[in-house]
């Protein structure tokens, strides 16, 4: 069986508008059952008339309290090719898209969400789907993980 036909794909954010000092906190990514595998969330903007404050994934054991996934925070993260990430801004962002990785190791929590904050200048559109994919050696471990916990598995990453 390949792999693709096991992933998870979740509808993680409709496109909206931010508007007005607005955050999108968009719906949970729920990586229960995918142990050592990928997440990816890719955000899409369509129009970037505001500057972003946020825009980053967040992780969490219970489902409301989350913190921030190191690697996966645009403007403090390095991208895939050690290069610095900018922020959102209304100047060239529009029709871009951002890349989040996060590797499902055992230090992983369950939750996921984008959390994208627009600083109120100008509305801006932005879309959002995840992806689990399963662990493709089909290793068994607990949790929401696997052997590595490396940072480093995380990344971000924006297409041009």
């Known amino acids: ?18 508007t007005s000092a607005t955050s999108a ?18 955000a899409t903007f369509g129009v970037t008339g505001g500057n972003f404050t946020a825009f980053k994934v967040q992780e969490s054991d219970d489902n409301s309290s989350y913190a921030d996934v190191t690697g996966c925070i645009v403007a403090t993260s390095l991208d895939v090719d050690g290069a610095a990430t900018d922020l959102p801004d209304g100047s060239n962002d529009d029709a871009g898209t951002y890349i989040f990785h996060v590797a499902l190791t055992q230090a992983r929590k369950r ?4 959390v994208a904050t627009e600083d109120g200048t100008n509305p801006s559109l932005v879309s959002c789907v995840g992806v689990v994919t399963p662990n493709a050696s089909h290793a068994a471990f607990s949790n929401a993980g696997q052997l590595d916990s490396s940072p480093t598995d995380n990344c971000v990453l924006r297409a041009t």
């Open 1 to 18: 069986m390949r792999n693709l036909q096991n992933c998870r794909v979740f509808n993680h954010s409709a496109p909206i508008s931010l």
């Open 25 to 42: 906190v968009t719906n949970v990514i729920d990586t229960v059952g995918m142990s050592g595998g990928d997440l990816l969330i890719i």
């Open 111 to 114: 939750y996921f969400k984008l």
